[in-house]
């Protein structure tokens, strides 16, 4: 009977995920799979150049020799930069030789940390919050607002080689959501920065993505003009002076006061 009663239940959820429209079955597990392509394949050659094989010396040295494979991050990030933003299984193929691991010790990193690009991205790679503080204020809405305004959908680039759009779960500023971060590679892939846009509104990250294309950096932070970074909205409503002491535990000293 139970395990009727389970079977059933199984179903209708399947039944349920089928009818939701596509967009807004956006989890972050999306591209937790390699399916091969011309330019994303292992058997394409893929080698840290000259320069990066010396950096690639310089990160192992921080490690102990029989601990080569906790570098792992700073040599995916090293790959990531080097192949123009995005990470190709080849690199993380030479990765894992480096640190002298099996490959799926690397591709497991990889497609846990959002910051490295599993496909090619744009100069400007929108990563909307999609956890639960952000997600109830309303970051599916603003992605989805992004994706149309863009034309394209989740990690898909832009014609234009500008734009692209993915997921980042949690950037730690839950009391300012719903947030984006904008991974900017316009001044190339190495040293590439992360910033902030907090306190969105659709109407708002429109504004924030036109300013990118026309080669403005908007500020970053929240964009609710009446907050100062993290503070409520029109200022403090409490702890407005200065804190009073503690209560005397001290019965001798309290009564000599």
Sequence with gaps: MFGR????????????????????????????????SPDNNPDLPWEFNDANKEKVKEILSFYPSNYKQSAVIPLLDLAQQQNGGWLPVSAMNAVAKVIEVAPIRVY?????YTMFNRTKVGKYHL??????????????????????HLGVKRNEVTKDGLFSVGE??????????????V???????EGYKYNYYEDLTPKRAVEIVEAFRKGEKPQRGT???????????????????????????????CSAE
Aim: proline share 7%; glycine share 10%; aromatic share 4%.
């Design 5 to 36: 009663l389970a079977a059933q239940r199984l179903n209708e959820i399947r039944t349920a995920f089928r009818r939701t429209p596509q967009a807004s079955r956006s989890f972050s597990t999306a591209l937790n799979y390699h399916i091969d």
């Design 108 to 112: 497991e990193v990889a497609t846990f």
């Design 127 to 148: 990563l909307v919050c999609g956890t639960t503080p952000c997600m109830i204020r309303g970051s599916r809405g603003i992605e989805e607002t992004i994706l149309k």
């Design 168 to 181: 980042m779960e949690c950037m730690g500023c839950c009391v300012n959501a719903p947030m984006m971060t």
């Design 183 to 189: 991974a900017d590679y316009s001044n190339g892939s």
């Design 223 to 253: 964009q609710n003009p009446g907050r100062l970074n993290c503070g409520p909205e029109g200022g403090n409503t409490t702890l407005l002076g200065e804190p009073k002491a503690p209560p005397c535990r001290d019965l001798d000293a």
